[in-house]
T-cell receptor, first 118, second 109 residues
C-alpha cells in the first residue's frame, strides 16, 4: 500500500516553544489529510481535516490558533503546535487520502510523532 | 459522528481464529465498513473493508450480516504479532474517519 511518513518520529521541547511536525505522502497525491492526537490507552481523536490549498477544518474543541495546519502541496502537510505546554504532550498521527469523493476510501496513516513538552 | 460498538478487550490463543465483532446499526446503505488495527506506539494499519458481501484478503476475512448492522473481523490463525487494538469504522455523510474505542486483542502463547 501507499506510504505516509512523519518527521520527526519523536520530539522533546520546552514549554512555551513551538514545534512543527511534517506529514508526507511518498508515492501518491494526498488531496485530503487528517491530523489526530492520541493520549495513552485512548483512541485516536480527530483534530482537523485539511484539503490541499484550503484552510483546515478543525473539530470542535481544537484550538486552531494553537494547532496550525498547513497543507501547501499534494504531498505535504504540517502541524505546528504553538506555545506548547506539558498538556500538549501526546502522540500525533497524520493520515492521507487520495480519493476523497467516492467510497471505498483508501486512507493511509503515518507512523506517528511522539511529542513531549517539558 | 459515525458510531460503532466493539467489546473493549478479547483474548485469543495463538494459532486459533480471532473473531472480533462490531455493531454499526446506524450505517447507511452505501457506507463501507473498514477495519484498522494499531500496534502499540504505531500508526493505524488498514486491514480490510466491505460493503455487503463477505471479503477476504491476505490478512483477514470480513463477515457482514445481511442487514449490515454488524460485522465480524476474522483473523484465521492469530499470532503474537496480531496483539493490537482493532478498530471498526464507517463514514457518515462526509469522509472524516472517526475512531471509536476499539477492541484490544491479546494473543496468548
Amino acid at each position: 500500500g501507499a506510504v505516509v511518513s512523519q518527521h520527526p518520529s519523536w520530539v522533546i521541547c520546552k514549554s512555551g516553544t513551538s514545534v512543527k511536525i511534517e506529514c508526507r505522502s511518498l508515492d501518491f497525491q494526498a488531496t485530503t489529510m487528517f491530523w489526530y492526537r492520541q493520549f495513552p490507552k485512548q483512541s485516536l481523536m480527530l483534530m482537523a481535516t485539511s484539503n490541499e490549498g484550503s484552510k483546515a477544518t478543525y473539530e470542535q474543541g481544537v484550538e486552531k490558533d494553537k494547532f496550525l495546519i498547513n497543507h501547501a502541496s499534494l504531498t505535504l502537510s504540517t502541524l505546528t503546535v504553538t506555545s506548547a505546554h506539558p498538556e500538549d504532550s501526546s502522540f500525533y498521527i497524520c493520515s492521507a487520502r487520495d480519493r476523497p469523493i467516492h467510497q471505498p476510501y483508501e486512507q493511509y496513516f503515518g507512523p506517528g510523532t511522539r511529542l513531549t513538552v517539558t | 459522528d459515525a458510531k460503532t460498538t466493539q467489546p473493549p478487550s478479547m483474548d485469543c490463543a495463538e494459532g486459533r481464529a480471532a473473531n472480533l465483532p462490531c455493531n454499526h446499526s446506524t450505517i447507511s446503505g452505501n457506507e463501507y465498513v473498514y477495519w484498522y488495527r494499531q500496534i502499540h506506539s504505531q500508526g493505524p494499519q488498514y486491514i480490510i473493508h466491505g460493503l455487503k458481501n463477505n471479503e477476504t484478503n491476505e490478512m483477514a476475512s470480513l463477515i457482514i450480516t445481511e442487514d449490515r448492522k454488524s460485522s465480524t473481523l476474522i483473523l484465521p490463525h492469530a499470532t503474537l504479532r496480531d496483539t493490537a487494538v482493532y478498530y471498526c469504522i464507517f463514514h457518515t455523510g462526509g469522509f472524516k474517519t472517526i475512531f471509536g474505542a476499539g477492541t484490544r486483542l491479546f494473543v496468548k502463547a
